[in-house]
């Protein structure tokens, strides 16, 4: 992969959306760090995170960043291994280097979560209000499934790792999702006044990738700690009573209080204050099953 190179395939034969990134307008709305990092879309993978993930174990150890969209991914999963195609979204990963023992790697999904909401408040001021963040990885508008957040890390060396962030975003309500994951979703334009099908998404692809940049500077340098109060702030459930279950069977329950300085949930509950890894937990609010 190139710097700043953008690689477009064949179309497949399969329908694509009818949003398109414009490259150059996309070059041109990069700042700082974002600008240098290596960038490729595609019609069609199997799934960008892992794409990354054999990238990563390629190319020399650098200071820039990589991203690969793909219109459509086959073989694309979620958290706990949950496919996801996110034809009627935008779906993309981004391998981020970090010079930084494992150790330093706590907090980092809500980190990239609230550089999301970040970039979708620079975006559309309205859109940004609207947006809440759940705990550990995903964003909300009232309730319903906006992005969710994936990473994996590929060790480069020592205190070397690139880490591989896999974002699915819901650019408009699929109602085929929404049937098929038996659950209501979110999607950007509808709080939005308007949304302009060619020149948005790449607006909104030019937000995520300078406020990733700026993420990374800053957790590089300080990790999520100074970024702790600002994602309580916008967290969906604080001060809520919610559930956290494993494959569905309760493990804990009590009243959200936020997140601390190494991204840990702040749970209330009869015996005291709790802080609670992510793991493999799910978040739902107390009146919702599993």
């Not at 999301?116 to 909300?140: E, H, M, T």
């Not at 700690?225 to 493990?251: E, K, T």
């Amino acid at each position: 992969m190139t710097a700043a190179s953008i690689d477009s395939p064949a179309s497949s034969s399969s329908l694509p959306p009818a949003w398109r990134i414009d490259p150059g307008r996309l070059q041109a709305a990069l700042v700082e760090d974002a600008k240098a990092w290596q960038l490729e879309i595609v019609e069609e993978t199997g799934s960008t995170n892992a794409d990354l993930v054999q990238a990563c174990r390629r190319v020399p150890w650098g200071e820039a960043g990589m991203l690969r969209l793909a219109y459509r991914q086959t073989a694309g999963r979620g958290r706990q291994g949950r496919p996801w195609q996110g034809q009627a979204g935008m779906t993309f990963s981004v391998a981020m280097p970090l010079a930084l023992p494992p150790a330093r790697l706590a907090g980092l999904s809500l980190a990239v979560g609230l550089a999301l909401a970040d970039a979708l408040s620079d975006l559309d001021a309205r859109l940004g209000k609207a947006v809440g963040l759940k705990w550990p990885n995903d964003l909300q508008i009232d309730g319903r499934k906006l992005a969710g957040i994936l990473i994996e890390s590929v060790p480069a060396g020592p205190q070397r790792i690139w880490a591989v962030v896999g974002i699915g975003l819901n650019l408009v309500r699929d109602a085929a999702m929404e049937t098929a994951l038996g659950r209501s979703l979110a999607g950007v334009t509808e709080c939005m006044d308007r949304f302009d099908p060619q020149h948005g998404p790449t607006d909104l692809l030019a937000a995520v990738l300078n406020r990733l940049a700026a993420m990374r500077t800053a957790f590089l340098a300080d990790g999520f700690a100074p970024m702790a109060r600002r994602w309580s702030a916008r967290d969906a459930y604080r001060d809520q009573p919610v559930r956290l279950l494993h494959d569905g069977a309760l493990q804990a329950e009590g009243m959200a209080r936020g997140v601390d300085e190494e991204g840990h949930l702040l749970l209330e509950t009869a015996t005291g204050l709790q802080r609670i890894a992510s793991g493999e937990l799910s978040l739902r609010p107390a009146g919702e099953g599993a």
